[in-house]
């Protein structure tokens, strides 16, 4: 985990009870779903495999290690997971080298967020070669600490990264607003607590309590956070 400022606890407006937002990066803020498995489907058709479409859903959002892991054993591949991990990584820095589009909506609300002094927190199940990468282009000024999916013992779909950067921001995981994109995501968000808002990108995510289903970041602003606090919460 990288920490840019002292952790905060401040809430975000007088008599508010939103003290942070938390938030996915791969499909919630850049459009990056499809090269992870652009990147997957070139080095399995290297190693002379075909993977199955249908197995996208079960690939997206969760960490390499499940991910990569299920594509061996698909496959069969003559491959280790640390070994496709690094192909599987350098073939998506390649992609974002060449373009990296944000989500709709996504430059708008971090910046009404950094505007009204909110706290931020970047979550992710990549690793932190690739967020480091990614925050150039989303704004690292953004966010007041960073978790990546390789410097905690459990990613998503456990709470514990979510549960770290509540914790870092020195906030209550209730009073935490997630946004997610998968399925994966929402899960390890609701096991920590937190209120969710879920963006689907690749696969769609059902309504539940504690949770609200919107079609893109174009609908949710600082306003449409705060009311989350007033929706029952997700029963763990």
Same mark, same amino acid.
């Given at each position: 985990?990288?920490?840019?400022?002292?952790?905060?606890?401040?809430r975000t407006?007088?008599?508010?009870?939103?003290?942070?937002? %938390?938030?996915d990066?791969?499909?919630? %803020?850049?459009?990056?779903?499809?090269? /992870? /498995?652009d990147?997957?489907? $070139?080095?399995?058709?290297?190693?002379?495999?075909?993977?199955?479409?249908? /197995? =996208?859903?079960?690939?997206?959002?969760?960490?390499?290690?499940? &991910?990569?892991g299920? %594509?061996?054993?698909?496959?069969?591949?003559?491959i280790?997971?640390?070994e496709?991990?690094v192909? +599987?990584?350098?073939?998506?820095?390649d992609?974002?080298?060449?373009a990296?589009?944000?989500? #709709?909506?996504?430059? @708008?609300?971090?910046?009404? +967020?950094?505007?009204? $002094? *909110? #706290?931020?927190?970047? *979550?992710?199940?990549?690793? =932190?070669?690739?967020?480091?990468? *990614?925050?150039? &282009?989303?704004?690292a000024?953004?966010f007041a600490l960073?978790v990546?999916?390789? $410097?905690?013992?459990?990613?998503?779909?456990h709470?514990?990264?979510?549960?770290?950067?509540? &914790?870092?921001?020195?906030?209550? #995981?209730? =009073?935490?607003?997630?946004?997610?994109?998968t399925?994966?995501g929402?899960?390890?968000?609701?096991?920590a607590?937190?209120?969710?808002?879920?963006?689907p990108?690749?696969?769609?995510?059902?309504?539940?309590?504690?949770?609200?289903v919107?079609?893109?970041? $174009?609908?949710?602003?600082l306003?449409? +956070?705060?009311? %989350?606090m007033?929706?029952?919460?997700? @029963?763990?």
């Amino acid at each position: 985990m990288t920490s840019t400022v002292p952790a905060l606890g401040t809430r975000t407006a007088e008599g508010s009870a939103l003290q942070a937002v %938390l938030l996915d990066m791969d499909g919630t %803020l850049v459009d990056t779903e499809g090269f /992870w /498995w652009d990147a997957e489907v $070139e080095v399995f058709a290297a190693l002379g495999h075909s993977l199955d479409e249908s /197995w =996208r859903d079960i690939v997206v959002g969760g960490p390499m290690s499940r &991910s990569a892991g299920f %594509l061996i054993e698909a496959t069969g591949a003559d491959i280790t997971l640390d070994e496709l991990t690094v192909l +599987l990584n350098d073939g998506f820095e390649d992609r974002i080298g060449r373009a990296l589009p944000l989500m #709709p909506g996504a430059a @708008r609300l971090l910046a009404e +967020l950094s505007a009204h $002094e *909110v #706290p931020m927190a970047l *979550v992710s199940a990549s690793h =932190r070669r690739i967020i480091d990468r *990614v925050l150039g &282009s989303i704004g690292a000024h953004h966010f007041a600490l960073t978790v990546a999916g390789d $410097e905690v013992a459990r990613t998503k779909p456990h709470p514990d990264p979510y549960l770290l950067a509540a &914790s870092g921001l020195g906030a209550d #995981p209730a =009073r935490c607003a997630v946004i997610e994109d998968t399925a994966t995501g929402v899960a390890a968000a609701e096991a920590a607590g937190c209120r969710v808002v879920a963006v689907p990108s690749v696969a769609p995510i059902g309504p539940a309590a504690g949770r609200t289903v919107v079609p893109s970041l $174009e609908h949710v602003d600082l306003s449409f +956070l705060h009311g %989350l606090m007033n929706t029952p919460a997700a @029963r763990n």
